[in-house]
């Protein structure tokens, strides 16, 4: 029995690389660019034999189904080209046109006129090859299009298509292997031409938030041909119009909106936007929290910030050769083998602006040598210096300790620290306001190693 794939077209023409339904309550939107890839299905027996309903029309069989939709954006003709790779022969049906994907899966709308392949007894034909008789004869009833043809490529037709309708295929993938399909327009551009709507991505009611205070709340719902919409939200807040515009959105505006619609004696699901409106940017941020003192090649050290207020989401940065990501208060870092010390850094952000930012110093110890003094052990913040610079250290033992500032021509101009000094973290500022505008060397040395560090100061 041959194996079937199906693609929803509502005139939405909607493909990604994604899982793909399966049936027609499951159709996954796709639109028509250039060219579109998207997955097969494997190992999805079909029934046999074959239901009354759906209509398969000239299908012998659906195994492996693919189900998608499409909606026309511009009105006019389509030339769809359905090709795998690797080549390997699929076959396809097309059913519309429909005001809503929902309309044709909850309403039984997959039908047609005929029935059955006409090669085997049926009254359905291929729209090419030896089953093709009479040619041109789509579209029967809701069948647009259909082939089962033993080719590896398909064309699917679709004439006089009108802005805003729906139209659902069907792919099969017949050898059940890993296959893609890649889809084309081939008429695109030509006259007369239509044009896929690629903005189906979306819920078919959906809203431009989150807000901030003062924004102007947008609401959206898909357009169905003679249509009616009923919105609700917050508050008692009502409305019969397809799409609104709200200004001046307050906090009290935040929740969820639904809305249905109604064509005919169709009902569409209810459908849910939830909407934030942020009274103001996130709250100020605490103190991250978490081991200052690391070692290069040292896994999965956490931090942590305390929940800032307001926050949808939050930015972390992370010293020269720390890894990690996350949009949460809290990140799990790896420090790689040439990790340098540094700062880390976080702030909560939503969509008014961001917060304050936390810092946290963080001393990367190098793992070589006897660790007394190591060129991974030293901070200078900021660089470039106004009025002055913050320099922070770590020993790991006391120790004879000399820490001096050099010009660029290698000219002691400061000594800032020449004595004994005990194990841990020092902390120290030193003033620049009187340094002229250029590059300077912090030499910093110990029992056993040294380190020379670049700041620079502008006034």
């Avoid at 719902?221 to 009923?230: E, F, Q």
């Avoid at 459908?271 to 991250?288: A, E, Q, W």
């Amino acid at each position: 029995m041959k194996k079937t794939i199906i693609f929803l077209f509502t005139f939405f023409i909607f493909i990604r690389l994604s899982g793909q339904g399966t049936d027609c309550s499951t159709a996954k939107p796709f639109c028509i660019g250039s060219t579109n890839v998207y997955p097969g299905t494997t190992d999805i027996p079909g029934p046999d034999p074959m239901p009354a309903y759906p209509n398969y029309g000239c299908l012998s069989g659906v195994n492996n189904p693919s189900f998608y939709y499409m909606k026309v954006a511009n009105p006019g003709n389509f030339v769809i080209h359905i090709a795998s790779i690797p080549q390997r022969d699929l076959d396809f049906i097309c059913w519309g046109p429909f005001t809503l994907p929902y309309f044709a899966c909850v309403y039984s709308l997959l039908t047609g006129n005929c029935t059955g392949n006409i090669c085997a007894g049926g009254t359905c034909p291929d729209n090419v090859g030896a089953c093709s008789i009479p040619p041109n004869f789509y579209p029967s009833g809701n069948i647009v299009d259909c082939s089962a043809s033993v080719q590896a490529i398909e064309d699917c037709h679709i004439n006089g298509a009108v802005t805003g309708q729906y139209y659902m295929l069907l792919i099969t993938n017949y050898d059940n292997i890993p296959i893609n399909f890649v889809f084309t327009q081939t008429n695109a551009g030509q006259p007369g031409a239509g044009t896929t709507d690629c903005n189906i991505f979306h819920e078919p009611a959906y809203s431009n938030g989150p807000l901030c205070v003062g924004d102007t709340l947008k609401l959206f719902a898909d357009y169905v041909i003679g249509g009616y919409y009923s919105w609700t939200g917050p508050n008692g807040w009502t409305s019969y119009q397809q799409n609104l515009i709200i200004p001046n959105a307050s906090p009290a505006m935040s929740g969820n909106y639904t809305c249905f619609i109604v064509e005919g004696t169709h009902i569409s699901p209810i459908y849910t936007t939830v909407v934030t409106v942020h009274p103001t940017i996130p709250g100020p941020s605490g103190t991250i929290t978490g081991n200052i003192n690391v070692s290069q090649g040292q896994q999965n050290v956490t931090y942590t910030v305390p929940v800032i207020a307001g926050a949808d989401s939050y930015i972390w940065e992370l010293p020269s050769g720390a890894i990690g990501t996350s949009t949460t208060n809290s990140i799990t870092v790896n420090y790689s083998n040439n990790a340098q010390s540094g700062f880390i850094k976080v702030k909560g952000h939503n969509t008014c602006g961001n917060s304050n930012t936390s810092i946290l110093k963080v001393f990367v110890h190098y793992n070589t040598g006897t660790g007394v003094f190591t060129g991974g052990d030293i901070i200078v913040y900021p660089s470039p210096a106004s009025l002055s610079i913050t320099i922070s250290y770590y020993l790991k033992k006391t120790q004879k300790f000399s820490l001096d500032v050099y010009d660029i021509t290698g000219r002691k101009i400061k000594e800032l620290v020449n004595a004994y000094q005990h194990s841990g973290e020092h902390h120290l500022t030193l003033d620049t306001s009187e340094f002229i505008r250029g590059i300077y060397l912090l030499k910093a040395t110990g029992d056993d190693s040294f380190q020379t560090l670049k700041f620079s100061v502008v006034h």
